[in-house]
């Protein structure tokens, strides 16, 4: 992928997977331009291996660590949803808080994991944020008739977002060249410090992982993603 989005919204499940996701393509993004909101959906509460830390504690210092690597980013907004971390659940009050957004920001791409994985397996919330993040986009977000307070009550319209980019990938289709921002990706994920286990190595991982990926795209350094082009409202009847 060469051409860059004007905006970019990402529905990411926990502090720090934003950026361990696609933090590249956001710096290379934001230095071109465009405008990204995160909404992150979960306090992160649980992410911890101290049995001396407390979940309150613990949300209040992921929080503040998030924002401060998605200022290293250039990321404009970072809207926290604060479910409890390993609570997430497909709800009526998630779909509408990430429709809310999507109706808010108006973005050309939402980002999101990708829920579909099945030679491995992961985190639960992940798995949620990336199904609730797809029907927003094909299901909600750009149909007068779902949450209609949201129109009514609020001055928002629907919106129709074109396409949807899922890191994480199995089956990953569109590379982006991260070379100019491998190392702020880097950066970014060092901010989030409670997570970090031997920081000094943080910078050759990221490397090593973005090297790998960009030899398959003949990139020297390159983040992967399932594009799917959105096409809402598209009735499955109409192919006959």
């Known amino acids: 992928m060469e051409n860059v989005p004007r905006s970019a919204l990402l529905v990411t499940p926990h502090q720090d997977d ?35 830390m407390t979940s309150p504690r613990l949300a209040e210092m992921r929080e503040r660590e998030q924002q401060n690597a998605a200022n290293v980013l250039g990321v404009k ?3 926290f949803l604060r479910h409890p971390d390993g609570g ?32 491995s397996h992961t985190h639960r919330d992940h798995r949620v944020s990336g199904m609730v993040a797809l029907d927003a986009v094909f299901t909600y977000a750009w149909s007068y008739l779902h949450f209609p307070k949201q129109i009514q009550n609020e001055g928002l319209e629907p919106h129709r977002v074109k ?20 190392d702020a990706k880097a950066q970014s994920l060092s901010q989030h410090v409670s997570q970090m286990r031997e920081p000094q190595k943080l910078q ?12 398959r795209a003949g990139l020297p350094y390159a983040e992967a993603f399932r594009r799917i082009h959105s096409n809402p409202g598209f009735l499955h009847w109409a192919e006959f």
Not at 163 to 182: F, K, M, N, Q, R
């Open 18 to 52: 934003a950026e361990g996701g696609c933090g590249g393509t956001i710096g290379a993004w934001t230095k071109r331009g465009t405008e990204v909101v995160y909404v992150l959906c979960t306090n992160g509460d649980k992410g911890s291996s101290d049995p001396n």
């Open 77 to 79: 907004e970072v809207v």
């Open 88 to 119: 997430l659940e497909d709800t009526l009050e998630l779909r509408a808080q990430v429709v809310r957004e999507i109706r808010r920001h108006k973005p050309e791409i939402v980002m999101c994991t990708d829920p579909f994985r099945s030679t």
């Open 163 to 182: 396409e949807i980019y899922l890191w994480g990938s199995e089956a990953p289709d569109t590379y982006v060249d991260i070379s100019e921002s491998v």
């Open 204 to 215: 050759e991982r990221i490397r090593s992982r973005a090297k790998s990926v960009g030899e």
